[in-house]
Structure formats: structure tokens, C-alpha cells
């Protein structure tokens, strides 16, 4: 069974390596910095499966493991985290991880779990998260803001991709967790909710004196 490692720095690669060292079938083919989109080298080494730590920033675990499925649809995609919260566990879910497994489970069952979940015979449903009874709006991430910020201004995927320096494949990954969050079904509609329910700054009009007298200087 050939492993391969995303992570964001070389220790927390080798440590994930320590760990599965031991396990019977496993061999590690290498490690990819999950700081930077990555798909292409990690076609190139052909897993069976990818463990992707969760990095230091949310976004980019989330960015990676959308890349990677779009990119590997038939790899299993584990993900190793220290948040086993339903509301991180849910968007870790939709981005495409296959299973998700504590950094706190004991070091011996570690490849154990690993190769069950490889070939199939695990399965963990994640429960809900727990939302009030009242109706509450939304709640966007931070890159999802930003995006949807950018959407509304009026660049394209491509455009926001270059933007922010992510793969437009993320951008629609995004935008389509934001049309499923406010119940629309565009750009449009989605930048018309978020202005009226405040969820977005609306742009602020320029002063129009202000203007006449800098055209008139």
C-alpha cells in the first residue's frame, strides 16, 4: 500500500512517518508541502492513499483536500487532525476526505486503522453540529467571505483563482459550499443575500464633491 504524506512542514511529516513505520504494507513513497496546490505531484507518485494533516491554517487543509479529490477521485484521503469538532469534521467531509483519525490515538493502532480504512471496513458517521433552536444566519468562513466578496465585485473564477493564488478549482469548491450555506443557486443570488442580510460590506460609493473637485484641480 503506497502512503503519501501532505503536510505543511517536514517535522509533522516525519512524525506521521514514525508512526505508520511499523504497520504491515504500508510504505511511504514521500512527503508534499500542503502549503502550496500540489496535485501534480502527488499524481506523479500514485497513491493509494494521501494522509493530509491539518495544517496550521484551516483553509489550506480544506483548499488541498478539494484539490486532491478533484485530482484522485478513486484515492482514499484520510485526514490526521486534533479537531474532532462536527462542524470542522462536516467541511473536512465535503471538501472529500474518505475518514478522519485523532493525532491522540494510540501510536500501535495507528496503521491498524489505516489499512482498514483502505480497504473499506470502516465507516464513522459524523455527527451533526449542534445549531440553536432560534434561526441564525449562516456562517461563512473567512475565505469563503472573500471569495464571495470578490464574486459580487465581478471577477470571474479565474480571476479570483489568481487573485488569491489558489487553483479555480478551489474557487468553485468555495463558492459552491457558499450556495449550499445561504440556499441560492448563483453568484448573483448569493451576492444579493449576503448584502441584505449584512453578511457582506456593501462597496461604498465615491464622494461625488470630492471627485468634482479633484477633476476641477
Known sequence: MRVLIVADHTLAAEGIQREIRHASGCHVVGFVDGRWPCAAAVIKEQPDVVLVDDMRDAEVTLERIAELRQAL??????????????????????????????????????????????????????????????????????????????????????????RLWVTEQTIKFHLSNVYRKLGVANRTQASLYAYENGLLELPVAPNIADASASIAA
Open 73 to 162: 477521485p478513486a484515492t482514499k484521503l484520510l485526514l490526521l487532525t486534533l479537531q474532532m469538532e462536527p462542524g470542522w469534521l462536516g467541511q473536512a467531509c465535503a471538501a472529500g476526505i474518505d475518514a478522519a483519525v485523532a493525532k491522540t490515538v494510540h501510536s500501535g493502532s495507528f496503521g491498524t486503522l489505516l489499512r482498514e480504512v483502505v480497504r473499506g471496513t470502516v465507516f464513522h458517521a459524523f455527527p451533526p453540529a449542534q445549531t440553536p433552536a432560534a434561526a441564525i444566519l449562516p456562517s461563512l468562513t473567512h475565505r469563503e467571505r472573500e471569495i464571495l466578496q470578490l464574486a459580487a465585485a465581478g471577477l470571474s473564477n479565474c480571476g479570483i483563482a489568481q
